[in-house]
């Protein structure tokens, strides 16, 4: 009987995993890796605050492409939802935890499906951290000390932690002040007040540290540094979009300039009817990845160089409860958004010394922190990532980075990975935010319940072929 492994459970591993058992068409055993606090849940779903919001309303959070509803039926059946209209829960943006409650009953019910469906599943609370790859075989090296032999791999282990920042004193970042996961509950709960804390980055995890470190009673300012300093925009009306711009896209190559001057056009209309620039960034989502992958790689470096800050604002947007909770800090003078480069972080004694430059007072400012917590988004070059797993398979040969360091490079049609010598492996797919590179969106539930099913039906058909059925 063939073995599947699937590396990492979070949204991604857990909904090929249910799409797996779902598409069955002869037996075969599962084997599903991750540690037993993110099992199901990943990072997203496991917030430090039962505050903590999603990002994208209710309606559009199905787990599944072909039940677009299944997530808010989900919650209009839950008791503490009793009595509240289902277009207002629709358009709610809910507690994240909710989601993870929501992945783990999925999950509960395909595991009682399993058995009749013929499929063995066998749950590793463990991380791996060694692969060995041949033309018939993967195997897996757990810390636990336990080996996993599978005849295809799925590597689902999502985003990595942030980069550390360029700076000499790298000594620092092994400093109990210096916060290098921002989504571990730690981080928010430790500073003591005595000095106000840094927050390094400007996006949603920016806005998820400063919230939940106000309701862990921390009452000092609070500061964020970024070279660009743009205020986190908020989401608009859900149920207001703008779609004149479908109909530009076509499939054959269109220049980056082109392309350009098509949203320069749409926002300019979308502006004149009252509608903000980010709703038509919103309505290019749809055909973003093909977009990117015709893009030339010179275009691509462009892009992230001047555009990349425009589209990540415009793009990744906060619930406007959580941007009012913000402004009302600001107003208050207990949060300040700096604009500017880090230079350097030193200790001293009960706390640390912050350079940067200024970008808006033209002038290097030097401050003392009680803590730096490091919210800068997960560091995409997996040669400065912190897993031993993925660094310790490029160097082998076994995967290789796309060619810009976003993440891994792998085949956007069947999600089989690369290896050293760019030919795909038939064994070994890869799914979720390490496929930035290769597609642009690669992060969202609305990409990766596609890329689930993608990749189980891939599988199933695979199997069947392998045992000649
Ligand atoms: C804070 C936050 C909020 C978000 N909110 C939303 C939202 O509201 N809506 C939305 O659509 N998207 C949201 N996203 C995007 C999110 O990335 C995806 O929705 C999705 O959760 C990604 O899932 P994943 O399984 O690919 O990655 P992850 O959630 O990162 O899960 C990867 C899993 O792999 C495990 N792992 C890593 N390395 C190993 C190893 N070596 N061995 C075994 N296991 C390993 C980890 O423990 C983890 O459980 C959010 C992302 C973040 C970070």
Not at 101 to 115: F, N, V
Not at 137 to 152: C, G, P, S
Not at 192 to 220: H, Q, R, S, Y
Request: charged share 20%.
């Amino acid at each position: 009987m063939k073995t599947i492994a699937i590396i990492g459970c979070g949204f991604s591993g857990t909904m090929t995993a249910i799409q797996l058992i779902k598409n069955a068409a002869e037996p075969f055993s599962l084997v599903l890796i991750d540690h037993p606090g993110h099992f199901n849940r990943g990072i997203a779903y496991n917030p430090s605050s039962k505050k903590q919001l999603l990002n994208v309303t209710a309606a559009r959070m199905s787990a599944f492409q072909d039940k677009p509803d299944d997530f808010l039926n989900w919650v209009v059946g839950r008791e503490e939802f009793t009595g509240i209209h289902r277009d207002v829960l629709a358009n709610t943006y809910l507690p994240r935890y909710f989601y993870g409650e929501y992945l783990e009953s999925l999950w509960s019910e395909a595991l009682q499906s399993s058995i009749a469906q013929n499929v063995t599943v066998s749950i590793k609370h463990a991380l791996a951290t060694g692969m060995e790859v041949s033309d018939q075989e993967i195997t897996l090296l757990l810390d636990n000390d336990e080996k996993v032999t599978a005849q295809f791999g799925v590597i689902a282990t999502g985003n990595c932690l942030p980069g550390n920042p360029d700076i000499k004193n790298t000594g620092i970042f092994n400093h109990p002040r210096y916060y290098r996961n921002p989504w571990d509950a730690y981080a928010v709960k430790t500073p003591d007040l005595k000095f106000p804390v840094l927050i390094l980055g400007n996006g949603l995890t920016m806005a998820d540290t400063v919230l939940g470190l106000v309701e862990n009673g921390f009452d000092n300012e609070i500061h964020t540094l970024s070279p660009h300093g743009f205020t986190t925009l908020q989401h608009g009306q859900p149920a207001i979009g703008y779609t004149a711009i479908a109909g530009e896209f076509h499939n054959n190559r269109q220049s980056l300039t082109d392309l350009l001057r098509i949203v320069i056009k749409h926002i300019r209309l979308a502006r004149n009817q009252g509608l903000t620039a980010a709703t038509v960034i919103d309505a290019i989502r749809p055909f973003t990845q093909q977009i990117w992958q015709n893009l030339t790689i010179r275009e691509k470096r462009l892009f992230l160089s001047r555009l990349r800050h425009l589209w990540d604002t415009a793009r990744h947007r906060i619930p406007s409860q959580i941007h009012d909770k913000l402004m009302k800090l600001e107003a208050s003078g207990k949060l300040y958004l700096h604009s500017g480069k880090l230079i350097e972080i030193t200790e001293d004694g009960d706390c640390l010394i912050v350079r940067f430059f200024d970008h808006q007072k033209q002038l290097t400012q030097e401050m003392r922190f009680s803590a730096v917590i490091n919210c800068t988004g997960p560091v995409t070059d997996l040669m400065k990532a912190e897993s031993g797993l993925l660094k310790k398979c490029l160097v082998n040969g076994i995967l290789v980075q796309d060619e810009l360091n976003l993440g891994i490079a792998t085949d956007p049609k069947t999600f089989e990975v690369y290896d050293g010598l760019h030919e795909s492996r038939r064994n070994l797919f890869a799914i979720g935010p390490l496929l930035k590179g290769v597609l642009w969106e690669s992060t969202a539930v609305k990409e990766l319940r596609e890329q689930a099913e993608a990749i189980s039906k891939l599988l199933i058909n695979k199997i069947g072929q392998s045992s000649g059925g």
